[in-house]
């Protein structure tokens, strides 16, 4: 196999399924530096979990913005800086000591039982939308379902009152497509000013909540001190809400969803079983984030020298875990490429990391997947695609695994 043999990851159509090249490239090349952008390429599962495990060695502070070709460009940080407040690195890019503050105030937020205490709310939100959907045979599941599900979720943690929701979605989409390293400049400027626009939003809301603190995350993300007793900046509380909860997320969710229910049209014997078992619907959803990992990779900067499958790294190399395709290999997972319900360990999948940048919002992203497809799945017994739209796409993005849209016809549950 010759290097010109192997497509290039950042064409989109390469993106709209990747999993052959991942095959390919576990095979034969385990780390893969793209000639097109120098990134080294990590796609087996055990190489993940060495690359993942070792994060003093293999630094998370890599921001997939400032990689564009013409990095961030000044008129991004004048629009935020005359209106708003620069992003700072995330939580998943930043590195101790930035890094262990901002977790701890993070993975408090989303804990086990916290997430069972809202899972009433969340069954209700899932039905809602289905209620709304009533009589109607064939509908844009996107749109409908996975987009507004996780959106209502989280705006109502916030404490995002439901009449601005529409607003809401369209400064949510706007923080998150930036992060796809496929964005034009121009949508790029278009999305900061609309990301600006949102802090502006939230800039009151935090204003109101400092004078009368309420029961949401918001108010407690005021009243959070660190270890040293001091509160989260002005510029901190921007990123936590618009990047670390709306851009890490929202859309990751509902990948899973759209995916998900792509997956379930596609297998109709696996959706027969669920329809049949309902107790089988947690492992669905594990399959469905290993199968489709929404977060289909991350960077990794070398903070040394280094030796990565007989490979030798220099200080500065950037690294990409493939998740997507570390969750596809063979030598992990029998039978990679179908859902399995019976799977041994579903769980062991890498869709939400692990170690020291493990996803903090795992606990609730499954809860919203699992009640979404219970709730599809006690109403309806068969989806399939309207054939007079084009098969469906993804959208461009080395990071995300987001369907563009998924037009579905759907039979209502007899018994
Ligand atoms: C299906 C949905 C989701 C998927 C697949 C997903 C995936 C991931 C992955 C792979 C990481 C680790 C990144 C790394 O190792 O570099 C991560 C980190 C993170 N996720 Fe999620 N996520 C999801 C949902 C959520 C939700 C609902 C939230 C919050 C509302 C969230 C917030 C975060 C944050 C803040 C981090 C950074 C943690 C750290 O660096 O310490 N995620 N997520």
């Known amino acids: 196999m010759t290097q010109s043999d192997i497509p290039d990851l950042m064409d989109p159509a390469v993106q709209q399924c990747p999993y052959e090249l991942y095959r390919t490239l576990r095979e034969h090349a385990p780390l893969y530096q793209m000639p097109s952008t120098g990134f080294h390429l990590v796609t087996g599962y055990g190489l993940a979990r060495e690359v993942i495990r070792a994060p003093d060695q293999y630094l998370s502070s890599v921001s997939p913005m400032a990689l564009a070709d013409d990095g961030i460009p000044q008129e991004i940080i004048d629009i935020y800086e005359t209106g708003g407040w620069l992003p700072l690195a995330s939580c998943s890019t930043s590195d101790p000591p930035q890094h262990t503050r901002i977790r701890g105030f993070l993975e408090k937020l989303f804990t086990a039982e916290r997430v069972r205490a809202a899972t009433p ?39 995002v009152p439901r009449s ?13 497509e930036p992060f796809s390293m496929m964005a034009s400049k121009e949508r790029r400027i278009e999305c900061a000013r609309l990301a600006v626009d949102m802090q502006t939003y939230f800039a009151e809301m935090i204003a109101e909540r400092r004078k009368k603190p309420r029961d949401d995350l918001i108010s407690e993300a005021i009243a959070y001190r660190d270890k040293e007793h001091n509160p989260l900046t002005m510029q901190e509380l921007m990123t936590i809400i618009t990047i670390d909860l709306l851009a890490s997320g929202n859309e990751t969710t509902t990948a899973a969803i759209g995916s998900g229910m792509k997956l379930l049209i596609e297998d109709e014997q696996a959706l027969a079983e ?15 984030l290993r199968l489709e990992s929404p977060a289909q990779g991350m960077f990794r900067r070398c903070a040394g020298d280094a030796k990565l499958a007989n490979t030798s790294l220099i200080q500065g190399d950037l690294i990409n875990i493939r998740f997507g395709a570390a969750n596809r290999d063979d030598k992990q997972f029998p039978n990679p490429d179908r859902i399995d319900l019976h799977r041994a360990k579903p769980g062991s999948h890498l869709a939400f990391g692990m170690g020291r940048h493990v996803c903090v919002g795992a606990a609730l992203a499954r809860q919203e997947i699992v009640s979404a497809f219970r709730a599809l799945t006690e109403r309806y017994d068969r989806f399939w695609l309207l054939p007079e739209y084009d098969k469906p796409a993804y959208q461009a993005s080395l990071f995300g695994r987001n369907l563009l849209a998924l037009h579905i016809g759907c039979s209502r549950r007899q018994s």
């Open 164 to 176: 601005d929701i529409t607003q809401f979605k369209i400064w949510s989409d706007a923080i998150v």
């Open 274 to 288: 669920v329809v049949t078992n309902p107790s089988l619907v947690p492992i669905l959803a594990e399959e469905i």
């Open 121 to 159: 709310s969340i069954d209700a939100i899932a039905a809602s939308l289905l209620d709304d959907l009533e009589g109607r045979t064939e509908i844009e599941f996107i749109h409908d379902f996975a987009h507004p599900l996780p959106m209502m979720v989280i705006a109502d943690w916030l404490g």
